[in-house]
Nanobody, 125 residues
């Protein structure tokens, strides 16, 4: 499955953005979906993950309560709703998916073999 992430942009601190991740060549059915972010010189950081049944979601402590991951398997789209953004959220955001992510690895970028191209999110103070 090929992924494409979009929806990034420039937003003021306290604002919101919704990122989307679309799948082509397949659907998200059967896949664990994850969102990650990366700033230059740093490792890719786990933000949020949704297991196959979408009833199980996981978040980094830094975004818990502000970000929400959701997925619509029928529409082959996953979302990351980001609220109360702050300048520390500035990064390139990536979506990822894989059929074989075990729960203990859901936060590891190496667990995912399908990646979107990334979308820049910039939060101004």
């Amino acid at each position: 499955v090929q992924l494409q992430a979009f929806g990034g942009g420039l937003v003021q601190a306290g604002g919101s953005l919704r990122l989307s991740c679309t799948a082509s060549g397949g659907t998200f059915a059967g896949y664990t979906v994850g969102w990650f972010r990366q700033i230059p010189g740093k490792e890719r950081e786990f933000i949020a993950g949704a297991r196959v049944n979408a009833g199980s979601t996981y978040y980094a402590d830094s975004v818990k309560g502000r970000f929400t991951i959701s997925r619509d398997n029928a529409k082959t789209t996953a979302y990351l709703q980001m609220n109360s953004l702050n300048p520390e959220d500035t990064a390139v955001y990536y979506c990822a998916a894989d059929r074989h992510v075990i729960l203990s690895n859901i936060r590891s970028p190496r667990a995912y073999h399908n990646w979107g191209q990334g979308t820049q999110v910039t939060v101004s103070s």
